[in-house]
């Protein structure tokens, strides 16, 4: 570890750490442009020239290019050093435009800050500049090229880091260009991170444009709310509307960078339809009153029928403190639930909390440190974006990764994939754990694990099963391995079977890892917190039966559930009583006999559990209330002085809950944390939200050695030969429900289509761009196909869409039988 | 050819040049459309290869002339006259650098040291290389380019 001096002051780093990075941790910030801890050093920009005093290497030097050694003595303070970054700055400045405050980088501009901190605030040349054109690159990122210094960090980043092509650096000399080949809508779900990594005003944030400065902005951490991984990211509010969000660094969840749909998902918190007002048969009351009102009906409610006649429904959007007030209310009060599992793979996702075992689970960000990774299930890009930028750091690290899923996979860099039919999953990972029963001595597990282990079938009968025994040799032969699962739309024993996989491999020796990845963002508190006896559907069938008399809703919307809107329409009408609080509308919220507005996460301090059990911590980034823009009616805001806030008479669901248990509630809590610990023993020891790490805590997870090993539990029974199943998947824009109501991502979601393989579709006379009429069971569809040899055979893939939602399925997987699909012909 | 070429190589990217020189070649400059080709034969984003396209300049990514005349700016043909020289190319011509004559016979552009610099100063037209050059000389380049095209030009 060498030790050197950076001004006079002395430090030990690892071995290859940069000079730049060495004077960071002593708290000194060494000019930069082109560096960037997730890109690396290419020694484009030349601004952070150091001078090396003694040591190794002498003069001036680029203290992102050099190691740090024994016996440096660095100076960042030397005047030789000092002017040579003035005369660098000045010289990228010589085509900038002088402008700053017209441009809409002007106050968070590195370039800024360091032209003015270097003295170059006033122009000496007086010549011609060089100009550019700029593109068009669609509806998120504006572009400006005269802004550019040259420093190369959007094309690493965009090429190397997260690994799309279509935006590259064009031309030589002065005239470099950074841009596209032909203007047009950038590919890469991830293409916000470029407003972020320009040090300069090139690319900046189309859709906050003219809507304020840095400083007009209340700026806050939060977590995304968009997907199960939790990423971090800081929110501008500003007039009581959120503006923007751009990507907070997490050592442990999503490092520098975010995706596209956690950018930009958060317009729901502005949108004019939002509920703000409590409403009680259709007329105003006031959020106190009509809380009083519900408490009371509720009661007389349970008066006639018992408290089993009343219901809790949350969802895997609520926050801990609301589901975790969901439970303490069904518990206090009698009532039934609270149920989580509007989402069918809700059971998945129990599974796969139940096997999470603190050794076994790894971060987002470990998995860039695996050498081996088997994605089983999950479909990243559209299920949880981030994980694919994660996966191909580990890539270019070096790691093989295979993808075992029957949708049509799609990563920016080079993997396997298996697609595997939905029935032939289970087959698929028993060829690995069968591999592994077979090649490992497992004594240990006992007699019974191993018998039912090498009992287990080894699925030679599904296609490329020989791929997939070679798989196994790599995930032996690996240091690193790390098993991902999906649970949106996997077969019920996959989750298990990922979990058994990752036990096996460490048992037989590698440091293995198991990543799951959920449906919503706070999926895993869902799963902690839910009542494990009552799914949706039976709560659906008792309303239907009369059992189920009264319903109370916290931020969920039925409909989505995928049940058939008829069907469900008529049990909410059979309903005595229907309370729902929520802060979307929807038409959950507009069948209710008593709404009650709340809070959004961005409003209320809120906590969740992203993927691998991490407790994370948001603030409040605003106060709420309507945006001034819709108060003034887009002219100045009213005048007339008000104490309190329009719009803002609400509170979070989670405060709203107890006043619903009426006259005896289950009483407000004083002690979040303490309380949050009755409802399920592993949140006894959240810290303080004043103490909260940046990170959040990863919850102790309870070993659960008696699910483990069951293989013999999936049967590889007899397929249906003429069956097809549908798979209702998800894609990255378009089908998460807050960001679906995004109006910047409108133009990001794909039109519905339905996705087969060539020669199953041959087998209905179609190809890419005729429509085909399928009958869902739920409805029928008339769909544009899309032929693609990435699918499965025998499998029908349908991205959900809100055009579709009531006809799509309740379950991800249908089975439907040959004749559900044809070809739609113009005259039908 | 070009495509067996492709289909022999192991990993086709490391071709993408030359099959940009045989694409120009085939339509006299690298339109969108006939770099959209190129990147599809080497399966290559067509972004990757404008990359590449707009760096050399021997690859046109617009209509150039006839005869394209590559005079060197490098340091030994530059201290060897080439100002005085690019004077007069322009003003013969009657075009700028970077232009091509209306009649679609020249384009004059620079280029970087061609190894010539023996006999500096030096131009290259349509991969053939000549120096040392005077005002006198280039005039007699351009009389022979021009006969020449007539002769080959079917009226
Ligand atoms: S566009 Fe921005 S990030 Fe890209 S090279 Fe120019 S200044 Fe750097
Ligand atoms: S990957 Fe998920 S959590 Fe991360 S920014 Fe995207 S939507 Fe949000
Ligand atoms: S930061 Fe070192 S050269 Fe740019
Ligand atoms: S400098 Fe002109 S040929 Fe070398």
């Known amino acids: 570890m060498p030790k050197l001096i950076i001004d006079n002051r002395e430090i030990t780093v690892p071995e290859g750490t940069k000079v730049i990075e060495a004077a960071e941790r002593l708290g000194i910030m060494i000019p930069r442009f082109c560096y960037h801890p997730a890109l690396g050093s290419v020694g484009a920009c030349r601004v952070c020239a150091v001078k090396c005093l003694e040591g190794p290497r002498k003069g001036i030097q680029m203290s992102c290019m050099i190691d740090a050694q024994d016996g440096m003595k660095v100076s960042t303070t030397d005047a030789e050093a000092v002017d040579f970054r003035k005369h660098v700055i000045e010289w990228l400045m010589l085509h ?443 709560l659906v069938s008792s309303i239907e039966e009369g059992e189920t008399k009264a319903l109370v809703v916290a931020e969920s919307d039925l409909f989505g559930s995928g049940i058939d809107w008829d069907r469900l329409q008529n049990a909410l009408n059979k309903l005595e009583l229907l309370v729902t609080l929520d802060y979307i509308d929807s038409q959950t919220t507009r069948a209710a006999r008593i709404l009650i507005p709340t809070l959004t996460a961005y409003e209320t301090p809120s906590l969740s559990i992203n993927n691998e059990g991490r407790v994370q911590q948001s603030p409040a980034a605003f106060r709420g209330g309507d945006p001034i823009a819709r108060t003034g009616g887009g002219e100045h805001p009213p005048r007339a002085f008000r104490r309190d806030i329009p719009g803002r008479e609400m509170g979070a669901a989670w405060t709203a809950l107890p006043t619903l248990g009426g006259r005896n509630p289950g009483s407000a809590p004083v002690n979040l944390t303490a309380w949050l610990g009755d409802a399920h023993p592993a949140l006894t020891s959240l810290p303080e939200s004043s103490d909260f790490p940046p990170d959040g805590v990863r919850l102790p997870l309870a070993e659960n050695a008696g699910e483990r090993f069951q293989t013999d539990r999936f049967s590889h029974g007899e397929k249906e030969e003429d069956a097809l199943t549908l798979l209702v998947a998800d894609s990255t824009f378009g089908t998460e429900e807050l960001s679906s109501l995004s109006p910047i991502l409108k133009e990001l979601t794909p039109s519905p289509c339905i996705q087969i393989h060539p020669e199953d579709a041959a087998e209905f006379d179609l190809s890419t761009g005729d429509a085909v009429r399928i009958d869902t069971g739920a409805g029928t569809a008339v769909l544009p196909v899309q032929t693609t040899d990435r699918i499965a055979r025998r499998v029908l893939v349908i991205p959900r869409h809100r055009d579709l939602d009531d006809r799509l399925p309740r379950e991800r997987r249908t089975v439907l039988s040959k004749t559900a699909i044809r070809k739609a012909t113009e005259d039908a | 050819m070009l495509s067996q070429q492709i289909q022999a190589s192991k990993h086709p990217p490391e071709l993408v040049v030359d099959v940009m020189m045989a694409v120009q070649e085939h339509y006299g400059y690298l339109s969108d459309e006939a770099l959209e080709e190129a990147a599809a034969m080497v399966g290559m984003a067509p972004t990757k290869l404008d990359e590449l396209a707009t760096f050399y300049t021997f690859l046109y990514r617009e209509p150039v002339g006839r005869y394209v005349i590559h005079l060197c700016d490098s340091v030994i043909c530059w201290m060897d006259g080439y100002e005085p020289l690019r004077d007069h190319l322009c003003k013969k011509l009657g075009i700028q650098m970077g232009e091509t004559t209306p009649d679609g016979l020249f384009t004059l552009l620079p280029v970087c040291c061609i190894g010539y610099c023996d006999r500096s100063p030096a131009m290259l037209i349509n991969k053939k290389a000549y120096g040392p050059l005077t005002s006198e000389k280039i005039d007699e380049i351009l009389e022979t380019l021009r006969s020449e095209a007539a002769e080959t030009t079917p009226s």
């Open chain 1, 96 to 538: 900038h435009p002088h402008d700053c405050p017209v441009c809409d980088e002007g106050g968070h501009c590195l370039l800024q800050d360091l032209t003015v901190s270097g003295g170059q605030g006033v122009r000496r040349y007086q010549g011609p500049k060089r100009t550019h054109t700029d593109q068009h690159l669609g509806p998120l990122v504006a572009h400006e090229m005269n802004r550019c210094i040259q420093c190369y960090r959007c094309v690493r980043y965009y090429q190397e880091f997260t690994g799309y092509e279509d935006l590259g650096v064009m031309q030589i000399g002065s005239r470099v260009y950074y841009g596209r080949f032909r203007p047009g809508t950038l590919e890469s779900p991830f293409s916000g991170n470029l407003i972020d990594i320009c040090p300069t005003g090139v690319y900046t944030d189309k859709p906050s444009r003219y809507r304020g400065r840095r400083w007009d902005f209340e700026r806050r951490p939060a977590v995304c709310l968009h997907c199960s991984l939790g990423c971090h990211v800081t929110v501008s509010a500003r007039y009581r509307e959120v503006v923007r969000q751009e990507a907070r660094f997490s050592e442990s969840v999503n490092g520098h960078f975010i995706c596209d749909r956690g950018r930009y998902g958060f317009p729901y918190v502005n949108l004019p339809e939002r509920p703000r007002s409590a409403r009680v048969d259709g007329t105003e009351t006031g959020w106190e009153a009509a809380l009083k009102i519900a408490g009371e009906r509720l009661e007389s409610a349970a008066w006639k029928t018992g408290p089993q006649g009343i219901a809790v429904v949350g969802s895997a959007r609520c926050g801990l403190e609301t589901q975790g007030m969901l439970k303490r209310l069904a518990d206090a009060k009698g009532w039934r639930g609270p149920v989580f599992d509007i989402d069918p793979a809700a059971a998945n996702v129990r599974t796969a909390v139940s096997r999470l075992d603190s050794d076994l689970r790894v971060s987002l960000r470990e998995i860039e440190t695996a050498d081996c990774i088997v994605v089983v299930s999950a479909d990243p890009l559209n299920e949880s974006p981030m994980l694919a930028p994660a996966l191909r750091q580990a890539r270019r690290n070096g790691a093989r990764v295979a993808v075992i899923d029957p949708r049509p996979a799609s990563l920016p860099f080079q993997f396997d994939h298996f697609p595997v039919a939905p029935d032939d999953l289970a087959a698929a990972m028993a060829i690995l754990i069968r591999k592994c029963a077979d090649k490992e001595p497992l004594s240990e597990l006992g007699k019974t694990a191993v018998r039912s282990l090498r009992g287990v079938s080894d699925g030679a009968d599904i296609p490329d099963a020989d791929g997939l025994a070679a798989l196994y040799d790599d995930l032996h032969d690996s240091r690193r391995p790390v098993i991902v699962c999906g649970t949106h739309t996997a077969p019920p024993e996959i989750p298990g079977m990922a979990a058994d996989l990752a036990l096996l491999l460490r048992i037989a020796g590698p440091r293995a890892g198991l990543f799951y990845v959920m449906p919503g963002p706070n999926s895993f508190g869902a799963a902690l917190l839910s009542d494990p006896a009552l799914s949706f559907g039976d």
